[in-house]
């Protein structure tokens, strides 16, 4: 059985602010230490719960006016995992992203700088990785002298069947120990090709958050922390590996 991850549950109502605060923790964190917040975020579900945290204002008893806000100014924005389709497409994570979070930024704020795939290499999703791992190269400097990238903060969510990213159960690409960004052509669920983040990316970044919401995620979740199976999933993978790093134990509810 895995270790116990730093995790919390919370009603309905309470995700948003919750995870309002978690990622504006994570921001002034990044900005202190270099003046930019560098994100990865996944589809799914979570840009709607993302979006209901950083749009609507906190709503705690105990929020004022110093509380944090998101400045998007200083957003870097990546994708944790992408399908192989135009950025238009209802399948895009990006295009999911768009129009539940990027489009209902008011126009009168300063917009984050978000990264999406190329869409001219979409038959072929190793050449789309490779492409995507460049772009990583050039924002988080040289190959040669960064190991592997830092995300500031990666949210990821979790699928019924324990994948996380674009990382599937017992899939080969959980074995890759180079690569940063990793193309699949045989995704178990569609669509088939895509491109993710890798294992040892994932587990590098300074803060790893796992948001999975609703009834439908109580059994896989029960799996992946009370069951050693559970512990060989992706996200099992990502919790034993990343540690503390996994949430916050700070002012967050215990689960
Ligand atoms: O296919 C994907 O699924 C996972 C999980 O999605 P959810 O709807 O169960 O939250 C998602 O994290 C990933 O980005 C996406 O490509």
Redesign the pocket.
């Known amino acids: 059985m895995g270790r116990p991850p730093n995790l919390y549950a919370f009603s309905d109502a309470d995700v948003a602010p919750n995870l309002r605060k978690y990622v504006l923790d994570q921001q002034t964190e990044a900005l202190k230490r270099h003046n930019v917040f560098r994100v990865a975020l ?5 840009p709607k719960t993302l979006a209901k945290a950083l749009l609507s204002p906190p709503s705690s008893p105990s929020s004022d006016d110093n509380d944090p806000k998101p400045d998007f100014s200083k957003w870097e924005i990546f ?5 192989c389709v135009p950025l238009d497409h209802a399948d895009s ?1 990006h295009a999911l992203l768009r129009s539940e979070l990027l489009d209902k930024i008011p126009p009168n704020l300063p917009q984050p700088k978000v990264h999406p795939i190329d869409e001219q290499y979409l038959d072929d999703p190793q050449e789309m990785a490779d492409q995507y791992e460049k772009l990583l190269v050039s924002v988080f400097a040289a190959r040669d002298s960064v190991k592997l990238p830092l995300f500031d903060l990666i949210l ?5 069947d324990g ?4 990382l599937f159960p017992d899939h080969p690409l959980l074995r890759e120990t180079d690569a940063w960004v990793l193309s699949i052509a045989d ?1 178990p ?1 569609p669509p088939a090709k ?1 491109i ?1 983040l890798s294992l040892p990316v994932v587990l590098h970044a300074a803060k790893i958050g796992f ?3 609703g009834e439908g ?1 109580k059994g896989i979740l029960k799996k992946i922390f009370e069951t050693e199976e559970g512990g060989r999933l992706p996200c099992g993978l990502v919790n034993e590996g990343a540690g503390e790093k996994i949430g916050d134990a700070g002012s967050y509810p215990r689960y």
Do not use: F, M, Q
């Not at 996944?42 to 979570?46: D, H, I």
């Not at 990821?156 to 019924?160: D, F, K, Q, S």
């Open positions: 996944s589809g799914g579900s979570l994708y944790a995992d992408e399908r994570n990821l969510g979790c699928g019924p994948h996380t990213c674009s995704s669920k895509r993710t948001v999975a919401t995620k």
